[in-house]
Nanobody
Framework: QVQLVESGGGLVQAGGSLRLSCAAS????????MGWFRQPPGKEREFVAA????GYGTDYAGRFTITRDNTKNTGYLQMSNLSTEDTAVYYC????????????????????WGQGTQVTVSS
């Protein structure tokens, strides 16, 4: 198993930036593909970005960039040019992946989840 803890959320003004972190413990972080999801108030959880074990990943609308550092057992989500519509609880997730280049965009592909970190963007 792997345990995930997000950090880095908070209150930011529109147009600002934040970097979220996802610290993993337990089994080797490099065995897992990783993803970020978010859940806006009153809405369902939605996909934001994903990255494979080897670092092959997706970006979100050109504003969010997902990276990982397997030597630090940590994943990151760099968010820029934030808008009020980005207000949500952000979750990181991990999925066991045999291939080093596979990443997953579907919520149900992930086996492990963090507790979430709140991001609030003010106008």
């Amino acid at each position: 198993q792997v345990q995930l803890v997000e950090s880095g959320g908070g209150l930011v003004q529109a147009g600002g930036s934040l970097r979220l972190s996802c610290a993993a413990s337990g089994r080797s972080f490099s065995d897992y593909a990783m993803g970020w999801f978010r859940q806006p108030p009153g809405k369902e959880r939605e996909f934001v970005a994903a990255i494979s074990r080897s670092g092959y990943g997706t970006d979100y609308a050109g504003r969010f960039t997902i990276t990982r550092d397997n030597t630090k057992n940590t994943g990151y989500l760099q968010m820029s040019n934030l808008s009020t519509e980005d207000t949500a609880v952000y979750y990181c997730a991990a999925a066991a992946a045999a291939s080093p280049t596979t990443y997953y965009t579907r919520l149900h592909s992930y086996d492990y989840w963090g507790q979430g970190t709140q991001v609030t963007v003010s106008s």
